[in-house]
């Protein structure tokens, strides 16, 4: 599967965006998907995910109430929408998917990965 993400952007402190990954193929359903993110001088940090089937979702505890991780299946699209948007967001965001994956926090755990969108939000 190939990942394109799109959507990011600059925005001001307690604003919001929403991040979009296109998938290629036919079985998106079965795919895993999920969010990273990684900010210049810091490692990879998982964001959320949404398993494949009943669309379950995870969320990291530092965005757990801002972000809303969804999944449309006939449009092969995830999305991340961001609210409440704060300074230490700003990072490259990285969409991901995995082959019948529940969920996972362990970017090892994915095998494909988009391009990465930037997303930077002022204070």
């Known amino acids: 599967v190939q990942l394109q993400a799109s959507g990011g952007g600059l925005v001001q402190a307690g604003g919001s965006l929403r991040l979009s990954c296109a998938a290629s193929g036919q079985t998106f359903s079965s795919y895993g998907m999920g969010w990273f993110r990684q900010a210049p001088g810091k490692e990879r940090e998982f964001v959320a995910a949404i398993s494949w089937g009943v669309g379950s979702t995870y969320y990291a505890d530092s965005v757990k109430g801002r972000f809303t991780i969804s999944r449309d299946n006939a449009k092969n699209t995830v999305y991340l929408q961001m609210n409440s948007l704060k300074p230490e967001d700003t990072a490259v965001y990285y969409c991901?998917?995995?082959?019948?994956?529940?969920?996972?926090?362990?970017?090892?755990?994915?095998?494909?990965w988009g391009q990465g969108t930037q997303v930077t939000v002022s204070s």
């Open positions: 991901v998917a995995e082959w019948l994956q529940s969920y996972s926090y362990s970017a090892d755990e994915y095998d494909y």
